[in-house]
């Protein structure tokens, strides 16, 4: 009897040692990436584009395995989840922003993203005006809307399988969505990077290839085209949700609805035409991009300048802090950066006549006021002066801006 006892003991200690599955260190390592990393994808793929933006459809396969993976590694629910991001897009950067890092702080926003999501989630106001066109059949009102249920079953099975040390694996899978999702992007993906477009709010991109996140460190690009299925915009850029929407799409699993805007050029035309405005105002983020490269452009000849003149150090120190700020729309320009804009304008006339053309050019798709032939005859003005002006990077721009096409 002792030695059954013996032998049973043993079992047990070597059950919580090494669970039903015993792997090495490494092994573990890989289980616990790829398992939060299916995690990752589940988020940008089913609740974040497809769900909260209709970019695509899934069909039934990934749009149920997807919901059963959500409510076994994080528990959130769908309509939650949907409703609060659709509500960030509606109120961003607003007092009534759910996890707005220019209202709220960083800081809070970084350690406390989960609760600022747990808050939002209790609002029947948000639920109610946002979270519309979300599942509702049995599967969601008596088994997914359980939110403790799946992540407890995701600690059973963990301890099961690899006994004590399943308790860290699945502390690692809980906290993955919160930290990345609810801490980083929400977080420093409104508070630090670079930008491509000029979005409304303050969305940067974190970096410009990415693994851990599942492309959604291309955060200025998505706010900039929020409906678009795909997140990179740039030869660089690298969007790996694109990548497993594009094979599933390959399958028959997924129908994509919408990508980025792509601005087309073709054979510079004698003057600008409706066509042409259409264009330019559908692909307006690309061409205040594209102005902004040859605002960088003038800039640096400027600065070219000012060394071959041997002007005062202060001079070029000037110009090189307000260069930070000229491809920003007014209103987005701090104010402690105002003033140094102002003198940097005042002593660089060519900059400061860009500046001026770059806001009458915005005014194109900001007026609402005037028809389309009035429009037309603006940018055909614009145009003119542009190309009269003697700049090289505003004729430059001009002329290219002549040939796109819709």
Same mark, same amino acid.
């Given at each position: 009897?002792?030695?059954?006892?013996?032998? #049973?003991?043993?079992?047990?200690?070597?059950?919580?040692?090494?669970?039903?599955?015993?792997?090495?260190?490494?092994?573990?390592?890989?289980?616990?990436?790829?398992?939060?990393?299916?995690?990752?994808?589940?988020?940008?793929?089913?609740?974040?584009?497809?769900?909260?933006?209709?970019?695509?459809? &899934?069909?039934?396969?990934?749009?149920?395995?997807?919901?059963?993976?959500?409510?076994?590694?994080?528990?959130?629910?769908?309509?939650?989840?949907?409703?609060?991001?659709?509500?960030?897009?509606?109120?961003?950067?607003?007092?009534?922003?759910?996890?707005?890092?220019?209202?709220?702080?960083?800081?809070?926003?970084?350690?406390?993203?989960?609760?600022?999501?747990?808050?939002?989630?209790?609002?029947?106001?948000?639920?109610?005006?946002?979270?519309?066109?979300?599942? =509702?059949?049995?599967?969601?009102?008596? /088994?997914?809307?359980?939110?403790?249920?799946?992540?407890?079953?995701?600690? #059973?099975?963990?301890?099961?399988?690899?006994?004590?040390?399943?308790?860290?694996?699945?502390?690692?899978?809980?906290?993955?969505?919160?930290?990345?999702?609810?801490?980083?992007?929400?977080?420093?993906?409104?508070?630090?990077?670079?930008?491509?477009?000029?979005?409304? =709010?303050?969305?940067?991109?974190?970096?410009?290839?990415?693994?851990?996140?599942?492309?959604?460190?291309?955060?200025?690009?998505?706010?900039?085209?929020?409906?678009?299925?795909?997140?990179?915009?740039?030869?660089?850029?690298?969007? /790996?949700?694109?990548?497993?929407?594009?094979?599933?799409?390959?399958?028959?699993?997924?129908?994509?609805?919408?990508?980025?805007?792509? &601005?087309?050029?073709?054979?510079?035309?004698?003057?600008?035409?409706? $066509?042409?405005?259409?264009?330019?105002?559908?692909?307006?983020?690309?061409?205040?991009?594209?102005?902004?490269?040859?605002?960088?452009?003038?800039?640096?000849?400027?600065?070219?300048? $000012?060394?071959?003149?041997?002007?005062?150090?202060?001079?070029?120190?000037?110009?090189?802090?307000?260069?930070?700020?000229?491809?920003?729309?007014?209103?987005?320009?701090?104010?402690?950066?105002?003033?140094? &804009?102002?003198?940097?304008?005042?002593?660089?006339?060519?900059?400061?006549?860009?500046?001026?053309?770059?806001?009458?050019?915005?005014?194109?798709?900001?007026?609402?006021? &005037?028809?389309?032939?009035?429009?037309?005859?603006? $940018?055909?003005?614009?145009?003119?002066?542009?190309?009269?002006?003697?700049?090289?990077?505003?004729?430059?721009?001009? /002329?290219?801006?002549?040939?796109?096409?819709?």
């Amino acid at each position: 009897m002792s030695l059954d006892i013996g032998l #049973i003991w043993n079992a047990v200690v070597d059950w919580m040692a090494n669970g039903l599955w015993d792997l090495s260190w490494w092994q573990l390592l890989l289980y616990t990436l790829f398992t939060t990393h299916i995690t990752i994808a589940a988020v940008t793929i089913f609740l974040h584009r497809s769900q909260a933006h209709r970019s695509l459809d &899934l069909g039934p396969i990934p749009s149920h395995f997807f919901r059963f993976w959500l409510w076994l590694g994080t528990g959130m629910v769908t309509k939650e989840w949907v409703a609060i991001h659709r509500k960030h897009h509606a109120k961003c950067e607003t007092e009534e922003d759910p996890h707005s890092p220019q209202t709220r702080g960083l800081g809070k926003v970084m350690r406390e993203g989960a609760e600022l999501y747990r808050v939002e989630a209790r609002n029947e106001e948000t639920l109610k005006k946002y979270g519309h066109g979300t599942p =509702d059949d049995w599967m969601e009102r008596n /088994i997914y809307r359980h939110s403790v249920m799946g992540p407890s079953l995701m600690l #059973i099975l963990n301890v099961a399988l690899f006994g004590v040390i399943g308790l860290t694996i699945w502390a690692v899978q809980m906290v993955w969505i919160p930290f990345w999702a609810a801490g980083v992007v929400n977080g420093v993906g409104h508070f630090w990077g670079y930008r491509n477009y000029e979005a409304s =709010d303050a969305s940067t991109n974190l970096v410009p290839w990415g693994i851990i996140i599942g492309g959604e460190e291309l955060h200025n690009n998505h706010h900039t085209y929020p409906t678009s299925a795909k997140f990179s915009v740039k030869p660089y850029e690298f969007d /790996i949700g694109w990548v497993y929407i594009s094979l599933m799409q390959k399958l028959g699993w997924a129908k994509v609805k919408k990508t980025p805007p792509r &601005l087309r050029s073709g054979v510079v035309k004698p003057v600008a035409d409706e $066509l042409m405005l259409e264009a330019i105002i559908a692909n307006r983020y690309e061409v205040m991009a594209r102005y902004a490269r040859g605002v960088r452009a003038a800039v640096q000849q400027e600065l070219e300048g $000012l060394k071959a003149r041997k002007a005062r150090q202060a001079d070029v120190s000037l110009l090189k802090s307000a260069q930070r700020w000229l491809h920003r729309d007014a209103e987005k320009v701090p104010a402690n950066a105002a003033g140094q &804009l102002v003198q940097a304008r005042a002593a660089h006339p060519v900059i400061d006549q860009m500046l001026t053309m770059r806001e009458e050019l915005r005014q194109l798709w900001l007026n609402t006021t &005037l028809s389309r032939e009035q429009l037309t005859g603006q $940018l055909q003005a614009w145009c003119q002066r542009a190309e009269a002006s003697g700049i090289a990077a505003l004729k430059d721009f001009s /002329i290219r801006l002549r040939a796109v096409h819709a």
